[in-house]
């Protein structure tokens, strides 16, 4: 996956790959990989390429924004972040980019996905052509319990549209193979974006937006059952949902 960030500001500063290289002290194929593959830069070279295009580290690398490493609560804990906002939109890309079996999203919208990476679309469609199982559950605009939901966050009928949104974004997969689109109206307790045997969980604070609300990376393990307790709560929502046509 290209680093796009990072090509549009060496072309705006005028810099090629050989001379970022030689100011930073890499091989130019470092830097062309950089580039093209969107490979990771140890954290000592990437903040001397930053500082040298005079550009914040993590908007060139927001994967260097790591999450905590999580205490040995739970074999299967990965980390923590402690509000949504800490999580850069590249991890969760990243993770449903690596799937090869399945994909499961459940939200009320979530908006700031496709806002934040526009090929979200293009992504699902490229998984599920290559075999992987994609569902996709939204909030129904209508249901009561998205109603409450945003009064209780101070949103008013904004969350209601901002399901219509989410929909809207993805209606166009309705009817791709491989792609199942769906609208839920039960109570939303965390978000759930599944990739594989790896899950980001975006838990709900009553009063708060889901933003500002703790994520755990969560990877399966024969030694704990976090991960499937998810996995069967989202199987539970999903049996009761609504298909979407296109």
């Not at 260097?64 to 990965?78: C, K």
Request: proline share 4%; charged share 25%.
């Amino acid at each position: 996956m290209r680093n796009e960030r990072l090509r549009a500001v060496m072309a705006s500063g005028g810099w090629t790959h050989a001379e970022l290289a030689a100011a930073v002290g890499v091989d130019p194929k470092s830097v062309e990989r950089w580039v093209n593959l969107g490979r990771l830069p140890r954290r000592v070279t990437a903040l001397k390429a930053a500082e040298t295009l005079g550009e914040d580290v993590h908007a060139l690398w927001p994967r260097l924004r790591q999450a905590r490493a999580a205490r040995a609560v739970s074999p299967e804990l990965v980390g923590l972040y402690e509000q949504r906002a800490d999580l850069p939109v590249s991890v969760l890309v990243d993770l449903l980019g690596q799937a090869r079996q399945q994909i499961d999203v459940l939200v009320y919208a979530a908006v700031f996905l496709h806002e934040a990476y526009p090929r979200l679309n293009d992504l699902l469609c490229e998984r599920a052509e290559e075999g992987c199982a994609v569902r996709i559950a939204v909030g129904d605009a209508d249901s009561v319990n998205v109603q409450q939901r945003g009064r209780e966050e101070r949103f008013g009928h904004g969350i209601e549209s901002r399901c219509r949104l989410a929909l809207m974004h993805y209606r166009p997969l309705a009817d791709v193979p491989g792609i199942e689109l769906r609208t839920h109206g039960t109570t939303l307790y965390n978000s759930v974006y599944r990739a594989d045997d790896q899950v980001l969980i975006n838990a709900h604070i009553w009063g708060v937006n889901a933003y500002k609300a703790p994520v755990w990376h969560l990877r399966r393990s024969g030694s704990g059952n976090l991960f499937d307790s998810y996995a069967e709560s989202f199987a539970a929502v999903w049996d009761a949902s609504r298909p979407v046509g296109g």
